[in-house]
């Protein structure tokens, strides 16, 4: 596996450990980690390369920039001591490292199961694309950068055209698709080399997302240690109750399908490729049949699978195996020491409770036209509303009266103290409002979020979704009122919420990763 390359003053391969992660678990002996062995057993010869596993209880100390293992405990000496929460049964720390990718709702919830992990006395990396490393250091969370160039990608306006088509590709929508995916390869690539990379912590268990998912599985193999697939989705276990992922209103909607869900690979064939060279020539494995089946691990057995939504809002397959685990989603609280700005506080106590309205990472074709609409729509249905701006580009420059205008919010503390939530449909914005018990209004950006969309208006807690091509000043007004006003999607939505909040997804994810055994 990788080594942690010591050198003079930097850091060889990116792994980014914040001040609150130094100190956990020191050994008050000092003693001298033990190496991790190589395949056969034995320890690495001594050289440059310091393996920071041992025990499965260890820590970082930083010193001028360097990772060093001289301070980390011995995990057997008598002389431990436990600074801050407790570890797990016996004194061992589980080692976890969290990989995902994507936009900020596809990272946003694997970074709070890794800070869920820390506050239960664990160690978790979180991998993920580079711009998120201030995100995770916000919350003491050390941090593997991967290559970022598919995510920013999408601020590109021809990949917004294309976006604003998901739901009704053309063909020449489609070739415009297959163009970009193939400007991604050499991307991909670099993508591969992080991945690897960031198995230099040496993890006892591998949780990662659908993304890279015929991939991560192959890095499990090589370190011999189980990995889980931590879903957003149901659509990635094998079921008749619902069919593959990327299908429009079919995946959700409850209609009897006799279909079973799809779950093969969809890499092209130059991916592919990429793939097999990184396989033979960074993990050195040899070929194997189904090694792009995430499903199973190199045994055989089923890989276990954590969801990450509540049973509340989509029902479990009826045929899912026993290996599969849905109990919440996985909340991210406010960082630590945040306080909510003065502004802000006023502003919710000087009126009615206004409406709340962020299209988190969501661009569309026209963010000034959008910003404008959303304005228009404000001022039409007379109610008071916080524009959240993220990275949407909803840009308001001098937000008229009844209007505050914010950059970013933990989600989680307005959004009980709002009328309605009017957001894309990503992930963390309407699980986060589903939770508060705050009727919703979805304009969605991509098909997914159309999905979760038309999910929600079955729910009873949303009126339908607003799709790119109907979205008026005057359709979102009506929307608004609607949620605003309509008893039932108020009663729908405090009821589901009230459940939802008897749940702690990421806890029960904790709780289930400490069961097993690497």
């Known amino acids: 596996m990788p080594g942690l390359v010591e050198s003079e003053g930097q850091r060889q391969i990116g792994l980014h450990i914040p001040t609150s992660a130094m100190g956990i678990n020191q050994c008050a002996h000092r003693c001298e980690p033990l190496p991790f062995p190589d395949e056969s057993g034995a320890a690495p010869a001594a050289g440059p390369r310091k393996y920071l596993r041992h025990v499965r209880a260890w820590s970082y100390r930083v010193t001028l920039g360097n990772l060093d293992g001289?301070?980390?405990?011995?995990?057997?000496?008598?002389?431990?001591?436990?600074?801050?929460?407790?570890?797990?049964?016996?004194?061992?720390?589980l080692k976890v490292l969290v990989y995902c990718y994507g936009n900020r709702g596809d990272v946003q919830p694997y970074l709070a199961l890794a800070y869920a992990l820390r506050r239960a006395g664990h160690e978790a990396v979180l991998a993920a694309p580079r711009l998120f490393a201030p995100l995770a250091d916000q919350y003491g969370v050390p941090f593997a950068p991967l290559d970022d160039a598919a995510v920013t990608v999408r601020s590109r306006a021809d990949i917004r055209r294309?976006?604003?088509?998901?739901?009704?590709?053309?063909?020449?929508?489609?070739?415009?698709?297959?163009?970009?995916?193939?400007?991604?390869?050499?991307?991909?690539?670099?993508?591969?080399?992080?991945?690897?990379?960031?198995?230099?912590?040496?993890?006892?268990?591998?949780?990662h997302s659908h993304a890279f998912r015929e991939v991560l599985p192959q890095i499990a193999e090589r370190l011999k240690v189980p990995h889980v697939l931590g879903s957003l989705y149901?659509?990635?276990?094998?079921?008749?109750?619902?069919?593959?992922?990327?299908?429009?209103?079919?995946?959700?909607s409850g209609k009897e399908d006799t279909s079973r869900t799809d779950v093969r690979t969809y890499l092209p064939p130059a991916v592919i490729d990429v793939v097999d060279q990184w396989r033979a020539d960074t993990l050195?494995?040899?070929?194997?049949?189904?090694?792009?089946?995430?499903?199973?691990?190199?045994?055989?057995?089923?890989?276990?699978?954590?969801?990450?939504?509540?049973?509340?809002?989509?029902?479990?397959?009826?045929?899912?195996?026993?290996?599969?685990?849905?109990?919440?989603?996985?909340?991210?609280?406010?960082?630590?020491?945040?306080?909510?700005?003065?502004?802000?506080?006023?502003?919710?106590?000087?009126g009615e409770k206004p409406v709340l309205i962020?299209?988190?990472?969501?661009?569309?074709?026209?963010?000034?036209?959008?910003?404008?609409?959303?304005?228009?729509?404000?001022?039409?249905?007379?109610?008071?509303?916080v524009i959240v701006a993220g990275?949407?580009?909803?840009?308001?420059?001098?937000?008229?009266?009844?209007?505050?205008?914010?950059?970013?919010?933990?989600?989680?503390?307005?959004?009980?103290?709002?009328?309605?939530?009017?957001?894309?449909?990503?992930?963390?914005?309407?699980?986060?409002?589903?939770?508060?018990?705050?009727?919703?209004?979805?304009c969605p950006f991509e098909v997914?979020?159309?999905?979760?969309?038309?999910?929600?208006?079955?729910?009873?807690?949303?009126?339908?979704?607003?799709?790119?091509?109907?979205?008026?000043?005057?359709?979102?007004?009506?929307?608004?009122?609607?949620?605003?006003?309509?008893?039932?999607?108020?009663t729908a939505a405090a009821e589901l919420g009230e459940?939802?909040?008897?749940?702690?997804?990421?806890?029960?994810?904790?709780?289930?990763?400490?069961?097993?055994?690497?």
């Open 70 to 93: 001289t301070n980390a405990p011995c995990g057997r000496c008598d002389g431990m001591e436990t600074v801050g929460l407790p570890t797990r049964t016996g004194g061992v720390t």
């Open 162 to 207: 294309l976006q604003a088509h998901s739901d009704r590709p053309t063909p020449e929508v489609e070739e415009q698709r297959r163009a970009v995916r193939r400007q991604m390869v050499p991307h991909y690539a670099a993508v591969l080399r992080d991945l690897w990379e960031a198995a230099a912590c040496g993890p006892d268990v591998i949780v």
């Open 234 to 252: 149901p659509n990635f276990v094998v079921s008749r109750d619902y069919p593959a992922f990327g299908m429009l209103s079919d995946v959700f």
């Open 284 to 350: 050195g494995l040899p070929p194997r049949e189904g090694y792009l089946d995430f499903r199973f691990s190199a045994h055989g057995a089923p890989a276990p699978v954590l969801h990450c939504f509540s049973p509340h809002v989509l029902a479990p397959g009826s045929d899912w195996p026993d290996s599969v685990h849905t109990d919440g989603f996985w909340h991210l609280p406010p960082p630590p020491g945040w306080q909510p700005p003065d502004r802000l506080l006023r502003f919710l106590e000087d």
């Open 358 to 385: 962020g299209f988190g990472s969501a661009l569309g074709t026209d963010p000034e036209g959008t910003t404008a609409l959303v304005l228009d729509a404000v001022r039409e249905s007379g109610l008071r509303a």
């Open 391 to 442: 990275w949407g580009g909803l840009d308001v420059d001098g937000a008229p009266d009844g209007v505050l205008a914010l950059d970013e919010v933990p989600y989680g503390w307005l959004l009980p103290r709002v009328r309605v939530a009017v957001n894309s449909g990503s992930l963390g914005a309407h699980n986060a409002a589903l939770t508060a018990g705050v009727p919703q209004v979805v």
């Open 448 to 490: 997914n979020q159309l999905m979760w969309g038309e999910h929600l208006h079955r729910l009873g807690v949303a009126p339908a979704p607003l799709r790119q091509r109907e979205l008026t000043s005057s359709a979102l007004a009506r929307a608004i009122t609607t949620a605003a006003t309509d008893p039932a999607v108020a």
């Open 499 to 518: 459940r939802l909040r008897a749940e702690d997804g990421a806890a029960s994810a904790v709780r289930f990763l400490e069961r097993i055994q690497p």
